[in-house]
């Protein structure tokens, strides 16, 4: 086990890739990166330990007394003692073998135990480590997957998956004494790609495997009883047929489960499927985050299925969910038109003739009554109490009935004196209600048995064939969507709209709104859903979120927390956090449809399909996954700012996944996602916080990235686990064909004679220059010409009114702020052979240090002198140190505190070094160097204190513990809270 005690940085947290699952006597173990997680039956991590030095964690096997673990990965392999009751864990020791492991089994009473190596090798091994047999199988090719049948040295049987297309089924203990080899006894074909994954289950004769040709295939062995007997060692006496082949991935398929009744399959697609053993789609598990799944565990006991995910997400699902259907018909010669649900889970279905029926005993059979004058047209609304019921027809007719303990009847009769075609008829609550015929809106109120006009509003003209869609109401305000996309907003009193936003949902229209906590929420069949503040004099609705989905065409929320949608003749139920819960085919959702749930969390859906009446009920808490570890980014992290709240962290991160994530660290170190905001159209490469007041509780924080997009928001941080994050301004600008895309590499902000300006570096080798308005708006200025290499860094030194800015080229360049603008910097030097990466600095009096890190995998630290005349500042460079041996890949983050430097690589190394600088000459000794499970490494960020995050594909909270004297001088702070791109602190 690594001994963390003499470490100078301390893991506090890890989120990384989940690889591995192994559910043991009610217990979840997990291996996440280097680091094995135990997690109790109730979902709370309750141990955490660090088992490797740097290899990360694929295979964990326990003894059958479950009281020592194997644990195993890429080359890496220990022995783990636990103890299930406590959930101890022993030491071991640490053994790296010479090929990578791909499965390891405990065999001859768990005295002994196997690997299987990529070379299709089997040794056989002491629980001391000494290997006592190794047989490699005749078939000499790399195998990427491997399974090892029964518990005994004669018996043992491996299913090795080769490169080649093939499953090769041999025996270690029949070995040719001739060349030393084991003959291959069966050779299974039926895939067209690499065999990711074997899992074999012997007490049913099956056999599952995975590849990259997006297919998993379900083998038969109709004689298993020949496994076991060792003189087997010709393929005619097993008998192995493929019992089917499944494709219902986009994207390679990385493993598979073989489950009680029915076998799961997990791929790159972010997809869980359950599959029948005939083949059939069972149901097919999603994650919104859209990366791979790279693991899958079953608990027997619970029915639950786990999964571990590329965004360091760890779920679980239950495996059997409690789902019904019902078809049900009209009386002979009907045939229904509209259905809806009432409160008492009963349904209405109004047919083409007019006839309102109810359903009773699966049956529609009970007419509540017949009205000929909505043969030709008629709506069906149901309000949000469910208990009314109303009718609206072509000359204005409007029938309400109310539902009573189960018993429907007709209350109002109402005829609008217009005597037009209602085109939409909308619900406001249990009392209101409102109407369109043409371009006049007309709210209503129900007063005890009769029903009164409380206002007239007229819609703006519009293309033909326009009506409104959806409408609510927050005190005298009255908001309505229309099916090209519009909202309008009404004051009572006014007959025009006192705002208009035009396509808030593109042309496609909106589809329902909503008032909650004070703002209004609307869908829209985009994908989108739009939060609007209102003001409450004027009306004017103003856009604070905008969160595009996964899941197409939205229709309605229900119960806050599912969001229903369509796609084709797919009903979906999904979820923000976990994605599409359950899909039922149905007639669409341009037919009629309703749907609803009560408090046991029951979903009831009904839709008309083929002249038949559906009715399916869903239990939702069966099919609605827990998180036992809440997924972040599913690719790369590019730019990361992490907020002290207190005793809390608060932290801001952006990635190839377009995400911006808001994420709340406690000191315990584990992590709650906040907020989680998809707005970008493409990668997020920065991001830049100003401080507003005058603590950390009102934020300027501005995102930026791909397609040279930026975006400004105001983030208030009420406690902390309670945040804001509204969208001000999104600026972009479309390119050209001809054009490459723009990416936005860096942000940095100054004051300029009392403006607040916004400095954004582009891929372009130009700086875009805005200024920020008093409402947190851009107005942008200009774009100059600063390099014709791409800017990577952009950094304000506020003290001396300087621009320094970095680029693919190698050199760092400084401007002073007030003329950024200008073609000539006042001085430039080449630091490095070709891109920075990386840059921190530290300022005292006239004395300039900068850290920087670079492609070409050097660290330099150099010293200036900085003479500010006015506008005539002169800049020298005095000393220059380099080390190229501390990483052996790009430098891509850079800390630089009072007495040490702190250094990150892709190597996944993070370096501590501590510098000096006399007789102005630097210095940096290397101190220490710890080794991340974070890969790909894109940079380091540090806040007031010891606490540093390293972030890239994951990321991992670490607390420096160097040798602190007796002043504070070493603590890592950042002496400049408004421009957290870059560090200083005095020498």
Known sequence: MVDQEKSLFTSVHLHTNVTCIEVIANHVFAGIGRCLNIFDADNHLVKKQNVFKSDVIFGIKPNSELNKLIVYGQKSITLVPVCCDSLELGKSEEHSLTDWILCARWIDDDTKFVTVSMHNEVILWTQDFRSQTS???????????????????????????????????????????????????????????????IDVDVDKGLICTTSDDRSAVLWKLRNPETLTDETVIHSQRLQITAECQVYGHTSRVFKCLILPTAFATAGEDSFVILWTFRGDLIRKLSSHQGGPVWA???????????????????????????????????????QPRHVAILDSRSMLCMSESGTLYQEGECKFQLILGKHRDLQKYSLLRVSPCRKLAALAGYEGQIYIYRSINAEVRLIHQYFLKSKLRILAFH??????????????????????????????????????????????????????????????????????????????????????????????????????????????????????RSHQTN????????????????????????????????EARCGGGHRSWDCASDDRGNL????????????????????????????????????????????????????EDTMLRIMAIPPDGSVRVLDCLKVHLSSIRALHLHQLGRDYKDQLLVSAGGRAQIISWHLQIWSETRVTCTERYNFYEASSHDEGETRIMDLSTAHIDNHLVLFAGCSTGCVKVFEILDDLTLLYQKAVVH???????????????????????????????????????????????????????????????????????????????????????????????????????????????????????????????????????????????????????????????????????GFEILDVNVPMPQSTDDVLDDVDANDNQHRQAPL
């Open 135 to 197: 047989v490699i199988c005749e078939v000499k090719c790399l195998v990427y997957s491997a399974y090892i049948c029964f518990k005994r040295w004669k018996e043992l049987l491996i299913l090795s998956g080769t490169v080649f297309n093939e499953i090769l089924l041999w025996r270690p203990s029949s070995v040719n004494l001739q060349n030393g080899l084991s003959a291959v006894v069966k050779t299974l074909k039926k895939h067209n790609g690499v065999i990711f994954c």
């Open 551 to 582: 899941f197409g065409w939205l229709t309605a929320i229900e119960r806050g927390d599912y969001i229903l949608s369509f796609s084709g003749n797919t009903f979906r139920v999904s979820d923000v956090q976990s994605g599409v819960l359950l």
């Open 604 to 655: 009831l859906f009904s839709f008309i399909k083929q002249k038949m009446i559906h009715k399916m009920t869903f239990d939702l808490n069966s099919y609605k996954p827990s998180n036992l570890i809440q997924g972040c980014h599913s690719r790369a992290i590019n730019c990361m700012k992490l907020v002290a709240c207190d005793d809390s962290l608060l932290m801001l991160s952006g990635g």
């Open 427 to 544: 619900w406001l609550d249990c009392r209101r209600f409102v109407v369109l015929q043409q371009t006049t809106v007309t709210l209503h109120f129900i007063h005890q048995e009769t029903i009164r006009v409380a206002d007239i509003f007229e819609l703006p003209a519009g293309p033909k064939g326009r009506f409104t869609t959806c409408a609510c109401a927050r005190n005298k305000h009255l908001i309505i969507g229309d099916s090209v996309g519009h909202i309008y907003s009404f004051i009572l009193g006014n007959r025009l709209p006192v705002d208009v936003i035009r396509n808030a949902h593109s042309h496609l229209g909106v589809t329902q709104l909503y008032v909650s906590h004070n703002k209004v929420i609307s869908l829209g069949k985009n994908g989108f859903i739009k939060d609007y503040a209102i003001d409450e004099l004027t009306g004017q609705l103003e856009c604070t």
């Open 296 to 334: 899958l565990g079953y608990h027997s006991g619970t029915d639950c299925l786990y999964s571990g995910r590329a965004d360091g997400g760890l779920q679980r699902f239950t495996y059997k969910c409690a789902a019904e259907e019902i078809a049900m018909q009209l009386p002979a010669t009907e």
């Open 787 to 953: 390099s014709n290499y791409s800017i990577t860094k952009l950094t304000c030194i506020t003290q001396y009114q300087l621009l320094a800015s970095m680029a693919t080229d190698g050199a760092l360049s400084f401007w002073h702020i007030s003329e950024a603008v200008s073609s000539e910097p006042l001085q430039s030097y080449a630091l490095h052979q070709s891109g920075i990466n990386s840059f921190s600095c530290s300022v005292q009096k006239n004395e300039l240090v900068v850290l920087t890190g670079g492609d070409d995998n050097c660290v330099t630290l150099s010293l200036f002198l900085i003479r500010p005349l006015g506008r005539s500042t002169t800049i020298c460079k005095v000393h220059q140190f380099q080390n190229k041996s501390i990483h052996c890949a790009q430098v891509t983050g850079a800390l630089l505190s009072k007495r040490y430097a702190i250094t990150s690589s892709i190597d996944q190394r993070i370096v501590l070094s501590k510098w000096t600088c006399l007789h102005n000459q630097v210095r940096m000794i290397q101190t220490f160097t710890y080794n991340t499970a974070v890969t790909d490494l894109h940079g380091l960020e540090g806040t007031f204190g010891q606490r540093l995050c390293a972030y890239g594909d």
